[in-house]
C-alpha cells in the first residue's frame, strides 16, 4: 500500500462510493448511517450501519489486536472524551503498517464550536503528540507511535482556483504560522492525517 488513500476516500465530489479496498480488512469508526464502502462499521447508535454495536468511550473495543488493514475516523475523534487512549486502541486493533485516517474539524473552524458533544480542537500539530520523529513525541504521553503519512488543511485535493491552490501551498509549508496567526481570518473547516501503525 505505497499510495495515499485519504484523497481516494475523500474524492472531489465527496465521500468515495465505491469500495476501493479489495482485499483490505477496513473498520470505519462511528459510522453512523454512511459506512465506507466495504468497511466493518462500529457505533454506539443502534439504528446505525454498524456491524459491532459499542460505546466507543468505553476501553478495550470488542475487537482483536491487529485486526484491520486500514482504519476510518470520519468527524469522530473531537467526540471521544479521551484521545489518548482512543489512539492507544487504534494503534492496538491495527496491524503493523496499517492506515489510519482520521478527518476532523479545524479548530477555529464554526463546525468545532457548534456541536455540543465536541470535547476536542484540532491544529496541525495535534497528531504530532503520536508520531515519531515529532517535536512533541519526547512528551512520551503513550508508549506507542505513528508514521504521519500526510496531513491536509481543508479538502485533500488541489484547488481548481489558482489563488486559493497558492494559499493553499503556503499554508501547508508554514502550518505553525497558518494556525497562530493567517487562520484567524481565513479558517479551513476541517484537517486531515493519514498515519501508518508502527510496531
Known sequence: MNELLTPKIFTLTGLVRDNIFQN??????????????????IDIIKDAQADIVHDLSVFPWPVAPGSFDVIF?????????????????????????ARIIIKVPYFRSVDAFADPSHYHFFAASSMDFFIQGTEFRHYGYVPFHFKKLGFWY???HASKNLLKQLLKIFVHRF??????????????????WELEVVK
Open 154 to 156: 481543508g479538502w485533500p
Open 175 to 192: 502550518p505553525n504560522f497558518y494556525d497562530q496567526y493567517l487562520s484567524v481570518l481565513l479558517p479551513v473547516e476541517c484537517v486531515f
Open 24 to 41: 483490505k480488512k477496513v473498520l470505519d469508526i462511528g459510522c453512523g448511517k454512511r459506512k465506507l464502502p466495504g468497511a466493518i462499521g
Open 73 to 97: 475516523l470520519n468527524s469522530v475523534l473531537e467526540h471521544m472524551p479521551d484521545v489518548l487512549n482512543t489512539m492507544g486502541e487504534l494503534h492496538r486493533i491495527a496491524k503493523a503498517g
